[in-house]
């Protein structure tokens, strides 16, 4: 019966865990393909994430404002961080931070 309580507890941890997770590595993509496209101003990047996040519907917790655009050795570097709080059962919440940077 412990057994049986224990692996629903963390299915249902793994359930509401995994959505965004699937976000986190999305806007990971979505950063990684402004950096190859050869966008090079501020704004430019800003613009192309906004319309990325358009098409990417999973995208949800940061937006184009939110990165943090620098230039490294004539490269475009783009980094991001946001904090993601899952209910898991009230009152008790899971806050996850989330830290990336283009490749």
Do not use: H
């Amino acid at each position: 019966m412990f057994w049986t309580i224990l692996i629903a507890c963390l299915g249902l941890i793994a359930l509401k865990v995994l959505p965004t997770l699937n976000e986190y590595f999305t806007i990971q993509r979505a950063v990684n393909k402004l950096v190859q496209s050869g966008a090079s101003t501020v704004p430019e990047i800003r613009t192309a994430f906004e319309r990325q996040k358009d098409i990417e519907y999973s995208i949800t917790s940061i937006s184009g404002k939110d990165l943090e655009i620098t230039k490294e050795n004539d490269r475009v570097v783009i980094r991001f961080g946001y904090d993601k709080e899952i209910e898991l059962v009230e009152p008790v919440y899971l806050v996850i931070k989330y830290r990336g940077q283009s490749q």
